[in-house]
């Protein structure tokens, strides 16, 4: 569409000199006053930028990615500063008038609303400098929609200020550029290389607005070097010739030699940088150690830019990220030595120091980083440029959905060795997601390793990017396990591997369609001293279990349960001591126990049981609770003589046709029906199995595909209906189509209802409120306060939170928290309000402000009219709730 220049009669506003156009304000103690000129803002953005190319970056494989021309991006990406509106604004904010400063412009409320993102695009479009243009026009986080409006629109100042922006442009290509080289021209039309040269933008455009230059401030070059390598760039060094066992080696832990598996992986026929490693193996058999061990070999030797390790959940990403830290302990320089970060939605709250940081992102972010090198990177949307970070995958896959800032997650994950463990994990949505990643982090200079014990050959060859094969059951039944592919530019190969010497774990299955019986047998086998794990589908089931447990458990015996509807400080707490309890320390043996939880149990959490009790699951989860059975060799020996490896499958009413499954039509289960029933009968009748021979014929039995017939047919299409139209939400949270979203509403797996997060209380005085599970009251700073004030107590408040589904949480409108609006994000709008608050009764029910008992918002999905919830929080069991028929 033609750009339209105003229809209104022209205004000439007389133009300000390069000199007079200004980019950022500055403090003189309380006094607001002129910062930077646009071309001194530029000139800083640029000059860092190439510190960071010719310096930083230089170092690492990513090198080569980069030309000179993309530092254009940087230098011209405010061009649209010089605007008489920005100019307006800008001068507004210390209080002088924009008309005595130029005589003739004319002031008007569309300063307010003003994007100097948008003159930076049209004036670079008209220069022919397209992809620039994008950039500049995005370099705020989304991109910016100019609509009909021209270059030459009065509102950008017409002709006369549109010419002025072409020379500056001009000036600038001649001043900074050409000296180095470059000359005006577009950058490379490389779809995979733009988000790249965006976050560089971003990157350079922050670090230089954090030096707040003063009026008329020249830096000179040094100074840049110093702001790059106080953020944190510096490059790491790794030690050279390491063995395996010295790179896990512990005090007081003999060093441990590598399995046949971490071999191969180790390999230098096998080391392929920039491949995608996809490594089959077991439950507890050292998978982590030897992604790790090749991520050595790839930083060692071949010049990756660092690590970043990707997992399902919060607690699985903080257990490795205990496991990291040593490692990177061990491979690094001592002068070099950098500590791993942990990267998820609540990982500020893991260290205080953190605090500021990850409340302060966006260009007036920087600071110093002083002692701790890595402090900078700390904030959400900096934290994959730090080189090394443990967290969950959803952080990574905002690189490549349509959030704000989304390029700096690319740039930081650019040339990394990318690690995304327990990759089975995911549903439609989130796997189409990562099908997408793995590709892009390829074209970004990525080592990509993929790991898993339950890999269907499906995705296994779409991980690798190869066609569907129509193999039979038959044949994928009959591919070696373990298994390691590898992918580079000539192709995939698998290598050779000894599985000779493999440890085998026979486990004896028994079929319980019984839930008393289950509970009967799982307190005979803590009685006897063995250590129990029972793992149920859902919260409330686990909390029913739970419940029914304690209320008959023998002398001597614990019991714990950990589930995902605890206050924060509670979960962890528990997560804690319970992983301990049940870990390979062998300090756990002494005691009958039984630890009651949920899906979080089974995924990259090294805990040993002697016995496992399960709700059926799909055949991949099921395998991965078995993973829990029996998982250290060395505590055999410590085991009760009772105990046996066996797993007991409770499934209370078995699919046998439609009519007697029809409860699943009243209440959906976790996993899909068809799912389940491919489970059922791939178990059905079977009394033992064998880890790992057998895994492979279990999970390609359950999921290849097959043709069926009957209520089995009305099961999978229903099922081939929802994988379409997840992978179709898939497609569209990557589209530039819809809005651009923040990072907080970002969608990176797929829920039918939106969560919430409730705030638990036990009294609330002006100023002051007693949270629920503590004895120390929390003053609420006033409004004036620091932001470091305000920091620490959000983070307070944040261990007392809870996340529940939103049909189930108190509505807001009954707690209304506008007094806590300047210290945590409670929404806009009454309609989607992310933060609830309750009162504790002493009954333990929720109540509202007026301590009447809390009701939930049935405005919301999934707040049916013909049922009302009782909402409760037992520090036992968690928070839970009732749905009862309305009569």
Request: proline share 5%; with cysteine; charged share 30%.
């Amino acid at each position: 569409m033609p750009r339209l220049k105003s229809t209104q009669p022209a205004k000439v506003i007389p133009v300000l000199s390069h000199d007079e156009c200004l980019a950022k304000t500055a403090r003189d103690g309380a006094e607001t006053v002129a910062g930077c000129t646009v071309e001194a803002h530029s000139a800083a953005a640029f000059e860092i930028a190439r510190e960071l190319l010719d310096g930083y970056f230089s170092h690492f494989r990513t090198d080569s990615l980069w030309e000179k021309r993309d530092l254009l991006a940087p230098l011209l990406h405010d061009v649209g500063k010089v605007s008489p509106l920005f100019q307006e604004k800008i001068h507004r904010a210390f209080d002088l008038d924009f008309q005595e400063i130029v005589p003739g412009s004319f002031a008007h409320g569309s300063w307010k609303k003003e994007n100097h993102c948008i003159p930076s695009l049209l004036t670079l479009e008209k220069l022919a400098l397209c992809r620039l243009a994008k950039i500049a026009g995005s370099h705020h986080g989304k991109e910016c929609s100019p609509g009909t409006m021209s270059a030459e629109h009065e509102d950008l100042g017409g002709e006369s200020w549109e010419k002025h922006r072409e020379d500056f442009v001009r000036d600038l290509i001649r001043k900074y550029a050409e000296p180095h080289g470059i000359t005006l021209e577009d950058i490379s039309s490389e779809e995979s290389k733009q988000p790249l040269v965006l976050g560089l933008t971003i990157l350079a455009d922050w670090l230089s607005s954090g030096m707040e230059l003063a009026n008329g401030e020249v830096p000179e070059k040094e100074r840049f070097a110093q702001v790059v390598q106080e953020a944190g760039f510096v490059p790491f060094a790794c030690r050279e010739g390491l063995g395996f066992g010295e790179l896990f080696a512990a005090e007081g832990v003999p060093e441990f030699e590598p399995n046949a598996i971490q071999r191969a992986m180790t390999d230098p026929e096998n080391i392929k940088p920039g491949g995608v490693y996809v490594l089959e193996m077991e439950m507890g058999a050292g998978k982590t150690e030897a992604a790790l061990a090749l991520a050595y070999e790839l930083l060692a030797k071949h010049r990756h830019s660092g690590i970043y390790f990707a997992l399902p959940t919060q607690l699985t990403s903080n257990k490795i990220h205990e496991r990291v830290e040593p490692f990177l302990r061990n491979i690094l320089e001592e002068d070099t030595r950098r500590k791993a970060l942990l990267v998820h939605g609540k990982s500020w709250l893991e260290d205080r120091s953190l605090k500021n940081s990850f409340q302060n992102d966006g260009e007036r972010g920087f600071q110093s980083a002083g002692p701790e090198a890595d402090s900078w990177f700390s904030g959400r949307k900096r934290a994959l440029l730090a080189p090394f970070a443990v967290g969950t995958i959803d952080q990574l896959l905002m690189a490549v959905i349509n959030v704000r800032h989304n390029a700096l997650r690319a740039l930081g994950a650019a040339g990394k060795v990318v690690i995304l463990d327990e990759i089975h994990s995911y549903d439609a949505y989130t796997g189409t997601l990562i099908l997408h990643l793995v590709k892009r982090l390829r074209q970004w200079g990525c080592s990509v390793i993929l790991l898993s014990a339950t890999l269907t050959q499906k995705l296994r060859n779409g991980l690798l990017g190869l066609e569907t094969l129509e193999n039979t059951l038959e044949e994928a039944a009959g591919v070696p396990y373990p298994l390691l592919s590898i992918c580079d530019e000539e192709g995939v190969f698998y290598p050779e591997l000894d599985r000779s010497g493999m440890r085998s774990k026979n486990v004896r299955i028994v079929h319980s369609s019984s839930l008393e019986a289950s509970l009967n047998s799982a307190l005979e086998c803590a009685e006897r001293g063995e250590c129990v794990l029972w793992i149920e589908n859902t919260v409330s089931s686990a909390q029913e279990v739970f419940r029914r447990i304690s209320c008959t458990l023998p002398p001597g015996v614990e019991a714990g349960l950990i589930h995902s509807r605890f206050q924060e400080f509670a979960r962890r707490e528990k997560e804690d001591l319970w992983v301990e309890k049940y870990g390979k320390s062998g300090q756990k043996r002494g005691g009958g126990k039984i630890l009651v939880g949920t899906q979080v149990l089974e995924q990259s959490v090294d805990i040993d049981a002697d016995r496992l009790f399960t709700r059926l699951c799909p055949t991949d989860m099921l395998l991965q609770r078995i993973g829990r059975l029996w998982r250290h060799e060395k505590l055999d020996p410590l085991r009760p003589r009772s105990a046996e490896c066996v797993v007991e499958i409770l499934n209370e009413e078995p699919f046998q046709n439609k009519e007697t499954s029809s409860k699943y039509e009243k209440t959906p289960p976790v996993y899909a029906p068809y799912v389940l029933m491919r489970t059922q009968e791939v178990f059905e009748g079977r009394t033992h199995l064998t880890i790992p021979g057998d895994m492979r014929e279990l999970i390609e039995a359950t999921y290849s595909e097959r043709k069926e017939t009957g209520w089995y047919a009305e099961l999978k299409s229903q099922l081939d209906d929802e994988v379409r139209e997840l992978k179709r939400f898939a497609d569209l949270s990557r589209s530039k189509a819809k809005d651009t979203q923040n990072d907080t509403e970002a969608a990176t797996r797929y829920s039918e209802e939106e969560t919430v997060e409730v705030l638990l209380l036990k009294d609330w005085k002006e100023g002051s409120l007693l949270p629920f599970g503590s004895e120390n009251w929390i003053t609420i700073p006033p409004k004036t306060a620091s932001r470091e004030e305000r920091t620490q107590c959000a983070q307070e408040l944040n261990r007392f939170l809870v996340r529940v589904r939103v049909s189930a949480a108190p509505a807001y409108s009954g707690f209304r928290l506008e007094e806590l609006k300047h210290v945590l994000y409670v929404g806009t709008d009454d309609s989607d309000r992310p933060l609830r608050a309750a009162f504790v009764g002493d009954d333990f029910k929720l109540r509202d402000r007026a301590k009447n008992p809390a009701k939930p918002d049935s405005s919301k999905p999934g707040s049916r009219e013909n049922t009302i919830c009782a909402m409760s929080y037992v520090e036992k069991f968690g928070y839970s709730y009732e749905r009862k028929d309305r009569e």
